[in-house]
């Protein structure tokens, strides 16, 4: 499964939202996870299931979608949220990634 | 606290091979699947392997199939990868992963291993 995720990258300030979109090449039910990847500190499980907050994720982060298409949305950015983001399907191996949205402060 | 450490990476010539260990603590490694994951400079993450809590069910990227085996040794609470036949394209940092039950993805993840393939 072709995961295409995009933009590949993304300025904006904080307070503001911003939205990544993640598109499977065939149906993936909900089986997806979004990650958050920071230099120095281990990749971070945010949302899995498509929609579903890992435990200790801040309630601005939101996962939307079912199918092929998906949707992480983050809500009133903090510094701490300027990352790159990766989507990710389990619905079938070979296990695929999407290539990564790097959020950059405006 | 759920601590995943990986060792074993380094300068490698193609065509070698390497072995590398994931040492977990903080939680009952035998009770969860475990994953290798890799990066390759300035790159997207890709999937290499898994293998479920009692090694029953592996499961392989085809770019490192026949080359590279995933295992475990749970008295241990260790997770390895034998890579073999290396080659410049396998140059990456290497991350261990724990499987998040009945999802399926990845909850917890080690800082990871650089392991460079060049002559």
């Known amino acids: 499964v072709q995961m295409t995720q995009s933009p590949s990258y993304l300025a904006a300030s904080p307070g503001e939202s911003v939205s990544i979109s993640c598109k499977a090449s065939?149906?993936?039910?909900?089986?997806l996870a979004w990650y958050q990847e920071k230099p120095g500190k281990a990749n971070k499980l945010l949302i899995h299931?498509?929609?579903t907050l890992q435990s200790g994720t801040p309630s601005r982060f939101s996962g939307s979608g079912s199918g092929t298409d998906f949707t992480l949305t983050i809500r009133s950015l903090e510094s701490e949220d300027f990352a790159v983001y990766y989507c990710?399907?389990?619905?079938?191996?070979?296990?695929?990634f999407g290539s990564g949205t790097k959020l950059e402060i405006k | 606290e759920v601590q995943l450490v990986e060792s074993g990476g380094g300068l490698v010539q193609p065509g070698r091979s390497l072995k590398l260990s994931c040492l977990a603590s903080?939680?009952?490694?035998?009770?969860?699947?475990m994953n290798w994951i890799r990066q390759a400079p300035g790159k997207g993450l890709e999937w290499v392997a898994s293998?479920?809590?009692?090694?029953?069910?592996?499961y392989y990227a085809d770019t490192v199939k026949g080359r590279f085996t995933i295992s475990r040794d749970n008295a241990k609470n260790t997770l390895y990868l034998q890579m073999t036949s290396l080659r410049s394209e396998d140059t990456a940092l290497y991350y261990c992963?724990?499987?998040?039950?009945?999802?399926?993805?990845?909850?917890?993840w080690g800082q990871g291993v650089m392991v460079t393939v060049s002559s």
């Open positions: 992963a724990r499987t998040l039950r009945r999802v399926y993805t990845f909850d917890y």
């Open positions: 903080g939680f009952t490694f035998s009770n969860y699947g």
């Open positions: 293998i479920s809590s009692s090694s029953s069910y592996i």
């Open positions: 065939k149906s993936i039910s909900n089986n």
């Open positions: 299931s498509g929609s």
């Open positions: 990710q399907q389990y619905n079938e191996y070979p296990l695929t």
